[in-house]
Structures are given as structure tokens and as C-alpha cells.
């Protein structure tokens, strides 16, 4: 089973700010908080990941609450082509890893 | 830089039958990893290869089985094909000596059983 929830939809108009949380109470000392998201049709794409820093990069930022226990990414300036389901996933980041993919949350950005 | 290749793009397959779908890496990548997404779920771990061994397995059935050959790419077999197995078959790769995890995905075979 997924160690995340996520809301399962949430909307966004063009040019705003899409603020996706994600609450992972259960997440162990050695995990980091990884983001993906699936396009419609195609396959998932990686988007970000840290372990207690608030991480920037091209895509977006990751803000992971000081306890650990829930963290949201950032979209800063949403476009339609960010429409897409966005997983958020707890993972170790050395050796064989899986990803557990839970229900995402369906991003709908508007015009 | 190729990314991560994934054929057929579709399959059509009759119950009972066999099906085989492959998968080339990302330039550099050793590890391949197999998903199986159903319409509205999220993706699940089927198995994952690396050196040419299956190094860990999620919860299914023997039919399902897999190879990894000495270029690192990949192939995904399923016997005796159900209705059920019906769905994306997601392949994604990744370095497993580059200290970070990242995975890198095809765009997936879907297989319809009919």
C-alpha cells in the first residue's frame, strides 16, 4: 500500500500558483519524499525529490515540513500542459527501490 | 539522448494466448523496472531487473515473467492471458550505482485482451 495520501483532484487557473500537498505521517528517517506525474497516455515523469530541504528545480519546488510528515510541491506558474495526475511517493533513494504509486491527485489547469 | 523505448505501442491478444513486450533503457541505465497500470489506477510493481537477474518482485503471478539481456534491455512476458491483464505496461530505468534514484519511463505497451 501507498504510504501517501493526496487529495484526489484539485483545479488551478492558468498562470497561478498549483500548490499540490501530500501527508505522509509514517515516512522513516531514510526516505525521501519523490514527486511524478502522468500525462495523459503517457508514462509517469519525474519531477522532484528531497529529504528535509525545500527543494527547487526547472519544474517546480518541494517544501517538506519540518516533522517530516507532509510536504507540497509547487507549481509557480501552472500552464495548461501541467494538467496531469501527480503522485507523490516516500521512497529510500540507494539500492533496489520501488515505487508505490498511490491515487495521485488530478491536476485540471484552466484557462 | 534516446529515452526509454517501449514496443509495441499497442497489442491486441485473445485469452490464453502469450505475450511478449520490450523495453530499451535510457542510454546509460543498467536497471529495468516493469509496471502495470489498469484504466484509473495508479501504476503497480511487477518486477525489477538488474545484472540479468530479477532482483525484487511485487504480488504477481508466475505467468508473469521477465528477462533482462547483457545491453541492459528488457522483455515482459505474460502466459495465458486473462481479461484482467488487460492494461498499460509501464517499463522505467535507472542507474543503480548514480547514488540517486531517478526513474525514467517509456510511454508503456497497452495490451488489450479480448
Known amino acids: 500500500d501507498a504510504k501517501t495520501t493526496q487529495p484526489p483532484s484539485m483545479d488551478c487557473a492558468e498562470g497561478r500558483a498549483a500548490n499540490l500537498p501530500c501527508n505522509h505521517s509514517t515516512i522513516s528517517g531514510n526516505e525521501y519524499v519523490y514527486w511524478y506525474r502522468q500525462i495523459h497516455s503517457q508514462g509517469p515523469q519525474y519531477i522532484i525529490h528531497?529529504?528535509?530541504n525545500n527543494e527547487t528545480n526547472e519544474m517546480a519546488s518541494l517544501i517538506i515540513t519540518e516533522d517530516r510528515k507532509s510536504s507540497t510541491l509547487i507549481l509557480p506558474h501552472a500552464t495548461l500542459r501541467d494538467t496531469a495526475v501527480y503522485y507523490c511517493?516516500?521512497?529510500?533513494?540507494?539500492?533496489?527501490?520501488?515505487?508505490?504509486f498511490g491515487t495521485g491527485t488530478r491536476l485540471l489547469v484552466s484557462p | 539522448d534516446a529515452g526509454v523505448t517501449q514496443s509495441p505501442t499497442h497489442l491486441i491478444k485473445t485469452r490464453g494466448q502469450q505475450v511478449t513486450l520490450r523495453c530499451s533503457p535510457k542510454s546509460g541505465h543498467d536497471t529495468v523496472s516493469w509496471y502495470q497500470q489498469a484504466l484509473g489506477q495508479g501504476p503497480q510493481f511487477i518486477f525489477q531487473y538488474y545484472e540479468e537477474e530479477e532482483r525484487q518482485r511485487g504480488n504477481f503471478p508466475d505467468r508473469f515473467s521477465g528477462h533482462q539481456f547483457p545491453n541492459y534491455s528488457s522483455e515482459l512476458n505474460v502466459n495465458a492471458l486473462l481479461l484482467g491483464d488487460s492494461a498499460l505496461y509501464l517499463c522505467a530505468s535507472s542507474l543503480a550505482s548514480s547514488g540517486q534514484i531517478q526513474y525514467t519511463f517509456g510511454s508503456g505497451t497497452r495490451l488489450t485482451v479480448v
Open positions: 511517493i516516500v521512497m529510500m533513494n540507494t539500492g533496489f527501490q520501488k515505487l508505490v
Open positions: 528531497g529529504l528535509k
